[in-house]
């Protein structure tokens, strides 16, 4: 036996020079044995190096995570620059103004002189107090008659706290003398039944539960420190009443998203208060853009809560649906894109995004040469598509043949190339098969021009459900979910068409009650028009 590395084999002569056998085949015997033992060396040896190199990726992933770069923590030093910003400025304006103030006959030192910033006018449709002060009638100097020459005018931003008032509708009654019949005028609709607040008011708190993240109790505790007492139960009952009545507006809404030739696709977790416990529920979005393609159809979201992930799920949200679905590779999706689906099947489009991404953290973190490879090249392909978004789906078609196809075709053949010299436990291997075991679904944009490079749109319309999760921490029921779903698509919308959320609700609350169903389609954010700003006040 002989040891080759921690290898043992069988060796069928003593190979040293002065007992080499003249036997041919004995050689070759010994030959092929040496070979067979260098080749199972060579390959544990490939193997412990590529779970050390697992190994290592997996730590440094791990510290990346917890201390590398990312949105939320540049999000928080921004704000800490920002606010060691704010301190600086303030400091130096105390200072300045210190300085100014110093009685006469001390010694004056000379102070930074720093550059003013550039004050942009104040908002022109905000209404104007006009505060004049007091003029002398005579001349101080020689009491002679002033003529006005002119004026000077200084404006300064007040700001005037949250107001409230009582409305007080009030319905005369008249009786005829002549047949005592009593007359009055009917009672107006209210945005609630039976409810005492107003739509400005139900916009208000709507907006702040769903927009702003502030939960029902907090905002109770807010209104109590304004003097205006509302319990946390009499604000539930405006959300649920409200959520009942642009319960059709939803509906509306839906049918837009999924009447589209193509939309995006994606979920995200939404914990649930469940006896005690949370549980992992979801919020899944569907989002109807066609401004990439040059499509002139309004964008719109809805939303769809579950209480798992399963892909029953997204199966039911779509069972009317046939087009093109841009998504990620969840398993879920799979039964759309059948062959026999009903009523037909869903043509998958993957992100390119979600590609790039696995191979930029091990370009990134572990400084892959192949990764870094295959990401400049992946790199190519979104700077023409950047040139191209937002014509026409046949001029998109006609430049990525020319341009984009080659880089494509290109960019496959280097990866498969290389891809068959890793070893299937490498890192690089699994981001590299995540394209390539998809490539059908990845290079379909290549022929269809309504197709994007990824779901971003999805991953956007999802930030404002994270932003959120830190605020009220859980949906208090899965019909909590439902609702939060339901309200999510009506903000969402509102915000894609570049809608004040907060306006439009308070709009539509006041003239739903009373608006013709045939007529609910004026109601959508696309059709509103905010009504024009209250004159300015001389």
């Known amino acids: 036996m002989r040891d080759h590395g921690g290898v043992w084999f069988d060796s069928p002569v003593n190979t040293t020079p002065d007992t080499l056998s003249d036997d041919l085949n004995v050689l070759k015997a010994a030959l092929l044995a040496e070979r067979e033992a260098r080749r199972e060396f060579e390959a544990r040896a490939s193997g412990a190096e590529a779970m050390v190199a697992h190994l290592k990726l997996i730590i ?18 921004l704000a800490q620059l920002e606010m060691e910003l704010e301190e600086l400025e303030t400091t130096a304006a105390e200072d300045e103004a210190a300085t ?60 005037i706290p949250r107001s409230y008032k009582v409305i007080q509708t ?13 007359t009055q005028p009917p009672a107006p609709f209210h945005p609630i039944t039976r409810g005492r607040a107003g739509p400005e008011l139900l916009a208000t708190v709507l907006h702040g539960k769903f927009a702003e993240h502030q939960p029902l109790n907090r905002q109770s505790e807010r209104f109590a420190q304004e003097g205006i007492a509302l319990s946390v139960s009499t604000l539930a009952d405006w959300v649920g009443a409200c959520s009942t009545a642009l319960a059709p507006l939803v509906t509306l809404i839906k049918g837009h998203v999924l009447s589209a030739e193509r939309i995006h696709a994606d979920e995200t977790i939404v914990p649930v208060l469940a006896k005690g416990k949370t549980i992992k529920g ?18 719109a979201a ?17 069972a009317s649906y046939r087009g093109i679905l841009q998504a990620d590779a969840y398993a879920g999706f799979g039964d759309l894109y059948a062959a026999g689906r009903k009523p037909g099947p869903i043509t998958e489009a993957a992100c390119w995004s979600h590609g790039r991404r696995k191979l930029f953290v091990l370009a990134d973190v572990a400084k892959a040469p192949l990764a870094v490879e295959a990401v400049r090249r992946i790199d190519a392909v979104f700077n023409v598509e950047r040139d191209i978004n937002g014509l026409a789906s046949n001029e998109r078609h006609a430049i990525r043949q020319l341009r984009v196809a080659p880089l494509v075709a290109s960019l496959e053949q280097w990866m498969r190339a290389e891809r068959g010299r890793l070893s299937r436990h ?45 605020a009220w921490l859980f949906a208090g029921s899965d019909r909590g979910g439902e609702r939060a779903a339901a309200m999510y ?39 509103w028009r905010q009504p024009p700003p209250l004159s300015n006040v001389a």
């Open 60 to 77: 440094a992933k791990l510290k990346r995570d917890r201390f590398g770069a990312s949105a939320e923590r540049s999000q928080k030093l």
């Open 489 to 527: 698509s009506l903000l969402a919308t509102a915000k894609l068409n570049d809608i004040d959320p907060r306006a439009w609700l308070a709009d539509v609350l006041a003239r739903i009650a009373d608006h013709p169903a045939s007529r609910l389609h004026e109601l959508l954010p696309w059709n």
């Open 282 to 299: 979801r919020l899944w979005i569907y989002l109807r853009d066609d401004r990439p393609f040059g499509g002139l159809s309004q964008q």
């Open 100 to 159: 100014s103030r110093q009685p006469q006959g001390q010694t004056n030192v000379r102070p930074f002189t720093r550059r003013k910033p550039v004050r942009a006018p104040l908002p022109a449709h905000l209404p104007r107090e006009r505060v004049v002060l007091p003029s002398p009638t005579t001349c101080p100097c020689c009491g002679g008659k002033l003529v006005k020459l002119g004026e000077d005018t200084t404006e300064t931003l007040e700001s």
């Open 170 to 182: 009030v319905r005369e009654k008249f009786s005829c003398r002549s047949c005592e019949t009593i």
């Open 426 to 470: 490498a890192e690089v291997a699994k981001a590299m098969d995540y394209m390539l075991k998809r490539w059908e679904a990845f290079t379909r944009f290549l022929h269809d021009g309504r197709i994007c490079l990824t779901n971003n749109a999805a991953e956007r319309g999802l930030r404002c459900v994270a932003l959120g999760r830190k």
């Open 302 to 318: 809805v939303f769809f809560y579950s209480r798992d992930r399963s892909g029953e799920h997204p199966c039911r949200h779509l």
